[in-house]
Nanobody
Framework: QVQLVESGGGLVQAGGSLRLSCAASGRTFSRYPMGWFRQAPGLEREFVGAISWRGGSTLYADSVKGRFTISRDNAKNMVYLQMNGLKPEDTAIYFC???????????????????WGQGTQVTVSL
């Protein structure tokens, strides 16, 4: 059974940094692209970024480009989201997800991902 567990969320002041982690199990993690999404109250789930299965390529939403960085450690079955220059509008629950299809390309639509973690709350104050 595939399981994804996010951690690292919390409360931070605007301009601060957080590093989110996602621990994966139950699948040959290294063969699947991974994505990060977020969802703020009353809004739809939003793409944040994705990383290829080897980790050599990344894709980011325009809203986080230049501030957030995704990385992965396939030996540890971990994916990370380094968030710098946080803004109040980054406040949301952050989810990691595995892409459908082994060796597939990364994608920015939630329906292209099949397993999701429970999420971790990130709150950015002024």
């Amino acid at each position: 059974q595939v399981q994804l567990v996010e951690s690292g969320g919390g409360l931070v002041q605007a301009g601060g940094s957080l590093r989110l982690s996602c621990a994966a199990s139950g699948r040959t993690f290294s063969r699947y692209p991974m994505g990060w999404f977020r969802q703020a109250p009353g809004l739809e789930r939003e793409f944040v970024g994705a990383i290829s299965w080897r980790g050599g390529s990344t894709l980011y939403a325009d809203s986080v480009k230049g501030r957030f960085t995704i990385s992965r450690d396939n030996a540890k079955n971990m994916v990370y989201l380094q968030m710098n220059g946080l803004k109040p509008e980054d406040t949301a629950i952050y989810f990691c997800a595995t892409r459908k299809g082994m060796y597939s390309t990364y994608a920015n639509q939630p329906e292209e991902y099949d397993y999701w973690g429970q999420g971790t709350q990130v709150t950015v104050s002024l």
